[in-house]
């Protein structure tokens, strides 16, 4: 039974196109009118609940439901909402990280959790419903697994929040095999390399706040992402050339969001100020060592990280400093009523 969803969830990656994100709500509905009783209990939690900021990228013992308790139709319903929420690209990403699980079970020998279960499954990725999906509420949902992260707030039809955004790779860079070097976030370290040895020597002393990288992001999977200590080199003090290299890092983080989303993404940052934005970065300037970098602003923070596994294992992660979980909107929501 495994092996034949699989297969359709396979092919269902690549087929659906064209859902219009204004319709999340009713995506959202769809999707729970698949489920049985059961997993419908153990898929939908209140907006209000702790395990709605419970959210990790290693492989843990998960609340939710996965692909693995889906039939055809569910696993459809489940991924239709899933590409409403995010870009083609993201999307894209999504589907290969998971597919690095299947060489992840060669690669450690099929290991197991605690309980004896897979620690690598392709298919044990999960879905959370919070809150009740209706137009006029507020309501979030989250989908999640070894290596990604996403988490949502919706309302009158359209995300108003899309962060915490977590994508990682393990491999980083696939080392054998028939996707033998294939990397599913290669621009994100190509885009990185370029933009900091696009500096000068002076700049690079203000930018570079450490000859080490540190062993995982700052922010990790903390509820609250808080401002980093380190800041960078500011935008402003940027030359044009450096500037573009700039732009172009930002906005393929930017990219992985639904296109409504992230045009609000953009002219919020835009708002703020882009000289206020910040480029940092800690360790090695040569490939395949230890790296890390940050853009931080008033309220944006994304982080970098490849230090594991000889270097060869991404982590990032996209973090909104006022908003991430929705929380400034639905406080804001709460304080005026109730």
């Known amino acids: 039974m495994k092996l034949k969803v699989y297969f359709s969830f396979a092919l269902l990656l690549f087929t659906f196109q064209g859902v219009k994100a204004q319709d999340l709500h009713h995506l959202a509905q769809d999707f729970l009118a698949t489920l049985s009783t059961d997993l419908r209990e153990k898929t939908v939690f209140e907006l209000s609940s702790e395990e709605r900021k419970n959210f990790f990228y290693t492989p843990v013992y998960r609340k939710g439901t996965t692909f693995n308790d889906y039939n055809k139709e569910q696993t459809a319903a489940a991924l239709t909402l899933l590409k409403a929420s995010i870009s083609e690209n993201a999307f894209e990403k999504t589907k290969e990280i998971m597919d690095l699980e299947k060489i992840l079970i ?11 279960s897979p620690k690598r499954d392709p298919l044990n990725y999960h879905f959370w419903i919070f809150g009740n999906p209706e137009k006029d509420h507020y309501w979030g949902w989250r989908f999640e697994g070894h290596h990604i992260s996403l988490n949502f707030v919706a309302s009158e039809g359209s995300l108003v929040s899309s962060t915490p955004f977590f994508l990682g790779t393990n491999p980083g860079r ?11 976030l290669k621009l994100e370290t190509d885009y990185g390399y370029a933009m900091v040895n696009s500096l000068t020597p002076q700049q690079l002393e203000v930018a570079r706040y450490s000859e080490t990288a540190p062993v995982d992001m700052f922010t990790s999977n903390h509820s609250k992402a808080e401002r980093l200590a380190h800041t960078g080199i500011q935008y402003a003090d940027l030359t044009g050339e450096q500037k573009k290299l700039f732009d172009r890092l930002l906005q393929l ?86």
């Open 106 to 116: 060669v690669l450690e020998n099929n290991p197991k959790m605690p309980d004896g």
């Open 174 to 184: 696939v080392l054998e095999g028939e996707q033998k070097g294939h990397e599913v």
């Open 253 to 338: 983080y930017l990219d992985n969001y639904e296109k409504k989303f992230s045009k609000k993404a953009k002219d919020k940052i835009e708002k703020e100020g882009r000289d206020e934005l910040y480029f940092a970065w800690a360790g090695s300037l040569e490939r395949g060592q230890g790296h890390y970098y940050s853009i931080q602003g008033k309220t944006l923070l994304i982080e970098y990280d490849n230090t594991q596994n000889n270097n060869n294992h991404v982590h990032t992660v996209v973090r909104d400093l006022e908003n991430d979980f929705g929380d400034d909107l639905l406080q804001d929501h709460y304080d005026h009523d109730h």
